[in-house]
């Protein structure tokens, strides 16, 4: 069955900090797509990054970036410079393109991400 | 402004009550999903739908039912409110295999 694993459930850091948040898979698909999603207090869910199994390139986007690694089945987040707007849970989800026309994701547990000035 | 829109957003029910969830999406996007989020376990998927005419059972689809009226919109009912469905439920869709969902802004249900 698939699974992920976030084993942070919750980090406080000092603004400024650099901050990595740990996302695990299991899937014994080939092909699959990995996710994270931010949840601000305000409780709405966005995304903020998908990456297929086939493509192993650290992404970088302004303060966000993600390094995927295959053989250890990780798809870990790190914010560099962390600002109080970065506090928020965090979802890393999985992806197997299955069932025709249906894109199920299985959720992590969220780690709370919370930035003091 | 497109996207997907939840009603309502806040309810509360008494045991044995039955309600549904309204769920509706203005980006034609062919499938739309029900998921249910409580702390410490993140999203489980409750039921979804492939495309118009089609639902499929997810990962904890016991007390629930839904109706995919048309493309635009997936409603969830609860039958008979247990409290253990008091949760935030959370409407999302997505255009295909590809792509990642957009979610509407929940609605928080708690059931006393």
């Known amino acids: 069955a698939q699974k992920v694993t976030q084993a942070q459930t919750e980090i406080s850091v000092v603004e400024k900090e650099d901050v990595t948040l740990d996302c695990v898979y299991e899937?014994?698909?080939?092909?699959?797509?990995l996710f994270w999603y931010k949840q601000p207090p305000s409780g709405e869910l966005v995304f903020l990054i998908r990456?297929?199994?086939?493509?192993?390139q650290n992404e970088i986007s302004g303060r966000y970036s993600w390094n995927f690694q295959k053989s250890t089945s990780s798809f870990n987040f790190t914010i560099t410079a962390s600002q109080v707007v970065d506090s928020a849970v965090y979802f890393c989800?999985?992806?197997?393109?299955?069932?025709?026309?249906?894109?199920?994701?299985?959720f992590g547990q969220g780690t709370r991400l919370t930035i003091n000035p | 402004n497109a996207g997907v829109t939840q009603t309502p957003k806040f309810q509360v029910l008494k045991t044995g009550q039955s309600m549904t969830l309204q769920c509706a999406q203005d980006?034609?996007?062919?499938?739309m999903y029900w998921y249910r989020q409580d702390p410490g376990m993140g999203l489980r998927l409750i039921y979804y739908?492939?495309?118009?005419?089609?639902?499929d059972k997810g990962e904890v689809p016991n007390g629930y039912n839904v109706s995919r009226l048309n493309k635009r919109e997936f409603s969830l009912r609860l039958e008979s409110a247990a409290p253990s469905q008091t949760s935030v439920y959370f409407c999302?869709?997505?255009?295909?295999?590809?792509?990642?969902?957009?979610f509407g802004s929940g609605t928080r249900l708690t059931v006393v």
């Open positions: 999302a869709s997505s255009p295909g295999q590809l792509y990642g969902y957009t």
């Open positions: 739908s492939a495309s118009e005419g089609t639902t």
């Open positions: 899937t014994r698909d080939t092909t699959y797509y």
């Open positions: 990456r297929n199994s086939f493509d192993e």
């Open positions: 980006m034609n996007h062919n499938s």
């Open positions: 989800a999985l992806s197997e393109p299955r069932i025709q026309g249906a894109q199920k994701l299985v």
